[in-house]
């Protein structure tokens, strides 16, 4: 497994498409207007073009057809012949997705497909969806590829580049990040369960302020989490918040299930 930068990947994905069967290809010749044209590959992988004749193409990259064109033309009509083809429809494959989307599973790679096209398919994302979304994929010479993109930069940030193309046989793996529970009771503004990633855990003085904050009557000190360890035993942790908040000692991880315990201040 490797991984390539977003941008380099879409080209490269789509610069090793290799052609088939129902394909819709448009192409275009510089200076013979006769053979611009959009022609849909056949079952036994050929076109057929005005003026050339039946052309065999599947197995082809986009360049490979190109070159082959050029080649053909050059042969009867034109010196230097200018020939760019462009995939309209991709050939009707599978893609696979995987995890926390509304409606996972095989998906038909109907024309051209993307990521985000995909997603928005299968009903979007999930609330327990993580943050990265992971692409695998089989290269031509059996090596596999992996592309993890960040949710945060395709979904909320909008960066085109991550909106890749798909390719058949694609796994699209978007992991469960499972909603887990912490507890802050006590004098809080806000006391109860927060609901929370496991991924993304808050800390000691996060959670306070997710449960609005100390009350007028909340003390910082005497702080205690209540904590199950390992072998099933209650550990209680008492902590000094003012030293948190005045940097005197770091702020403290708490973990699934814990239970923050808020106490009254002593007047």
Known sequence: MFFLGAAFAQERFIAEYRIGAKDLLEISVFGLSELNTRVRVSENGKI???LIGEVEVEGLTKSELE????????EKYLQNPQVTVFIVEYQ???????GAVGKPGPYELLGRQTLLKLIGQAGGLTAEAGDEIIIMRQLPDGANSSLKISVEDLLLKGDPSLDIPLQPDDVISIPVDKIVQVYVTGQVRSPGALNVK????????RAIAQAGGFSDRGSKRGVIIKRIDE???????????????????KDIQLKE????????KFL
């Open 257 to 264: 299930n814990d239970v923050v315990i808020v106490p009254e």
């Open 48 to 50: 057929t073009l005005p």
């Open 92 to 98: 009707s494959k599978k893609v696979f997705l995987i």
């Open 198 to 205: 496991k991924s993304n855990i808050p800390t000691l003085l």
């Open 231 to 249: 072998s099933g035993k209650e550990i209680k942790i008492q902590v000094d918040v003012g030293d948190i908040i005045k940097g005197k000692r």
């Open 67 to 74: 070159k082959k064109l050029v080649q053909l033309l050059e």
